[in-house]
């Protein structure tokens, strides 16, 4: 069962046997503009990196298929040999092409290749936990994910892979998952603004499994935009650090993985993880979704 503590920002979160902090990070806009090719800043992105060790985050979030291959090379140029506490968690099911897109990639040889290309250019033996990317750009999609999810857990019988998860799915995709083998999150696209998956949230909470939310800070309206300024303003914090605590303080299951390529902005994250909100706060907020 998941345990919580203070000591990380935002307290802890216990993925399987992986203890993480319940402020994460994400690598994805460490690549290049479209998340296609190298940054303009190697040295920068090594630096944020180093930063998010030194802020106390435990928790980085990246995939292959980012850059291709470029997230994962700047983590290992800058943390390798990786910390003790340091879990990296990774997902396939999607590639990319030369237009920038995703396409996906569920085939069983192509996790299979998947998983063996992060393995190699995270240089490890094995990966703490793989997420299984379903759907598309667009959103989850339904049908089922039994063979590519089955691929995973071979996978994992082998030695390859500790724990599993699946991203963009939908809560029949995650029953589905979980009548096959256990997994210990879900990650989906939700924040203050997107609450679709408030029920799945719920339940996954009382299973002790994470909810992992991507684009945990964007896609607010001009209005929503400006109730959230007003609670910020009110409280003396940036808007940015109001909507991570307001995920924090959602649910103790959520582990909100907010992207940067700029130190700044990954220390006002950091302040987020740190914001105690109140009641009258929470219920102001709380309008900005419904």
Not at 52 to 72: F, K, S
Not at 79 to 91: E, G, M, N, S
Not at 205 to 222: D, K, M, T
């Amino acid at each position: 069962m998941s345990a919580l503590s203070t000591s990380l920002p935002g307290g802890t979160w216990t993925l399987g046997d992986l203890t993480v902090s319940r402020l994460g990070y994400g690598a994805m806009q460490l690549a290049g503009p479209g998340v296609m090719g190298p940054p303009a800043d190697r040295d920068g992105a090594h630096a944020v990196l180093r930063d998010v060790i030194d802020l106390g985050i435990t928790h980085i979030d990246t995939a292959d298929a980012y850059g291709p291959r470029v997230t994962n090379q700047l983590i290992r140029e800058a943390l390798h040999p990786y910390p003790q506490a340091l879990h990296i968690v990774t997902k396939v099911g999607a590639t990319r092409d030369q237009q920038g897109g995703w396409p996906p990639a569920r085939q069983p040889e192509d996790l299979r290749r998947s998983v063996d290309e992060n393995l190699e250019t995270l240089g490890l033996d094995v990966l703490d936990l793989v997420n299984l990317r379903l759907g598309n750009a667009v959103g989850p999609q339904p049908g089922s994910l039994a063979e590519a999810f089955e691929t995973l857990v071979e996978l994992q019988q082998q030695g390859l892979i500790r724990h599993l998860g699946v991203s963009n799915a939908t809560a029949e995709q995650v029953a589905q998952a979980q009548g096959i083998a256990p997994i210990v999150c879900v990650q989906n696209m939700y924040n203050l603004a997107y609450r679709q998956d408030d029920d799945l949230i719920d339940s996954l909470a009382v299973e002790g499994i994470a909810y992992v939310p991507f684009f945990p800070l964007g896609g607010f309206s001009p209005l929503q935009s400006s109730a959230l300024s007003t609670v910020a303003s009110r409280i003396g914090a940036t808007p940015m650090s109001v909507a991570l605590a307001w995920l924090l303080q959602r649910s103790p299951n959520i582990l909100p993985i907010p992207g940067t390529s700029s130190a700044a902005h990954l220390r006002e994250n950091v302040a987020g993880a740190r914001l105690s909100l109140s009641d009258g706060d929470l219920a102001e907020l709380e309008k900005i979704g419904h």
